[in-house]
């Protein structure tokens, strides 16, 4: 065992990744970092066998991304039986294009001396630009139809398997019109003088992908038209459609300085300005990008006054939250829901991610004294005198009807008080993340939500959501949602 431990290598330390650009006398590189994990490739455990002193370098030309690995290594495992050293180049070439492994001194001659590098310009159309911390970056968008778009993904697609979470490359010889329903966003670092007369001035910074979801549309008349054949070319494009944020990678050297967020807003300017699409959700998002996502979200309908049309009715009639079976507290008095659906639709937003901003909005205009006080001020429900205590009651009673309603066949399936202490418990983790976001975005504001905003989101104890949230089932029952507005258990603190 402790000689499989001698030829067993670290594979995050391993390999090294580059991205490299002309440079007076040789290349250059722009950055060098590590893979976050590596068991996609290298298996659960990620080491390789077989290697003592061993480094992989993975380098790409920053603004193409040609590909190039080299592998060295001090000393090499001698077969035993059937035990042998891994074979990486093997293992590699899943990910990676065939020119990838052509010579090293074949890579630098082609990256450092190709004459047409300098008027390199990235696939598809440009559809934003910005500034950050003094330097220039352009975001450009392309359909995966695009030959130019699939090389450089293609490329690329080794980066899913190193930094994204459970992503999975894409399948990129498909039929064309699957292919057309992808789009994939580039962000690219453009440099007012590069290095050399033959270097780009261009270096990639990060991409996301998205998919269409084809979505059906009711119609309340038919007119009939004369059939004509061959019937006209239809585009997918032009088909509505939910667009699906899938993969979003900003690469590790650019991190933390507001490129995930500038991203975020030209996909979504994108997807608003395209009247084909009819709503934005978003693929398996982690933690990270819920943050990121929460505040673009939050603070582009505080911008558009979209906040400024909702507001919590805190005046409902004291009898409607008594404490007796059958007595239902209708959402629809609570906040007026022909509104909200409007609203929802003009931001194209999914109900579940709708629903949340909203919650989030209407708790930050409740003032400190009630939110901080949590259940204590609570013990006269609809019928306090005091405003901020009322609407924190009604507060309370909304996240609960949509909790309620979301995990209903779970919570059938629990004895009454289990259930309503399972409502409960996930109402205080909400809240909690709830003021968590709000805090971030007061001292955060004008900032990117990648900076400082990374604590783990308090796990929900019922079941996971999703984006496709149905809107049915208006109303609670008023002793299943408060239950007398028991005091909650105190949680544990969100580590941070």
């Avoid at 976050?36 to 490739?41: A, D, K, M, Q």
């Avoid at 979470?165 to 039929?175: I, M, R, S, Y």
């Avoid at 979301?406 to 059938?412: E, F, S």
Wanted: charged residues 30%; negative net charge; contains cysteine.
């Amino acid at each position: 065992m402790a000689e499989q431990d001698e030829w067993s290598s670290d594979a995050n330390e391993a390999v090294q990744i580059s991205l490299v650009q002309p440079g007076e006398q040789t290349l250059k590189p722009i950055s060098t970092f590590h893979p976050r994990f590596t068991y996609p490739i290298f298996g659960d455990e990620e080491r390789i066998f077989g290697y003592r002193g061993l480094s992989i370098k993975l380098r790409f030309a920053a603004h193409d991304l040609y590909p190039n690995v080299a592998i060295s290594y001090d000393t090499k495992f001698k077969q035993v039986g059937e035990t042998k050293a891994t074979d990486i180049l093997e293992v590699l070439k899943d990910y990676l294009p065939k020119y990838a492994f052509d010579k090293t001194s074949t890579f630098k001659s082609l990256v450092q001396d190709k004459t047409s590098t300098s008027s390199f310009s990235p696939p598809g159309k440009l559809v934003d630009r910005y500034t950050s911390k003094g330097r220039d970056y352009e975001v450009w968008c392309g359909e995966l139809t695009d030959q130019a778009v699939q090389l450089l993904l293609e490329r690329m697609q080794i980066f899913v398997s190193f930094f994204v979470e459970g992503g999975t490359p894409l399948v990129l010889d498909d039929q064309e019109w699957t292919l057309a329903r992808w789009r994939v966003f580039f962000v690219y670092e453009k440099l007012a003088r590069p290095p050399t007369s033959t270097a780009s001035p261009y270096s990639i910074v990060g991409y996301s992908t998205s998919y269409r979801f084809l979505t059906y549309q009711s119609t309340t008349s038919v007119t009939s038209q004369p059939f004509k054949f061959p019937p006209p070319t239809i585009s997918v494009s032009a088909l509505p459609s939910r667009a699906r944020i899938s993969q979003f990678l900003i690469l590790p050297p650019y991190q933390s300085a507001s490129h995930g967020t500038h991203l975020y807003r030209t996909m979504i300017s994108t997807f608003l300005a395209d009247s084909a699409c009819t709503e934005i959700t978003v693929e398996d998002p982690n933690e990270a990008f819920d943050d990121m996502r929460d505040y673009c979200d939050y603070t582009r309908l505080l911008s558009n006054n979209t906040f400024a049309q909702i507001q919590l009715n805190t005046s409902l009639d004291p009898k409607l939250t008594t404490k007796r079976i059958g007595v239902r507290v209708p959402t629809s008095r609570l906040l007026d829901k022909p509104l909200l659906r409007s609203l929802r639709l003009k931001n194209k937003l999914a109900p579940r991610q709708f629903d949340r901003l909203v919650e989030m909005y209407l708790l930050s205009q409740i003032p400190a004294h009630s939110r901080q006080s949590g259940t204590a001020r609570l013990t006269q429900r609809g019928k306090s005198s005091d405003m901020g205590d009322r609407a924190f009651y009604y507060w309370r009673l909304l996240v609960k009807q949509r909790i309620y309603k979301k995990n209903k066949d779970v919570l059938m399936q629990l004895e009454r008080g289990e259930r309503i202490d399972k409502v409960e418990e996930t109402l205080g983790e909400q809240a909690g993340d709830y003021e968590r976001l709000l805090g971030g975005l007061e001292g955060k504001e004008g900032e990117s939500a990648d900076v400082g905003m990374r604590r783990d989101r308090a796990k929900r104890k019922v079941i996971a959501e999703d984006d496709e949230e149905d809107e049915e089932n208006d109303g609670l029952e008023a002793d299943d949602a408060m239950e007398g507005e028991r005091q909650p258990k105190r949680r544990k603190e969100d580590d941070g």
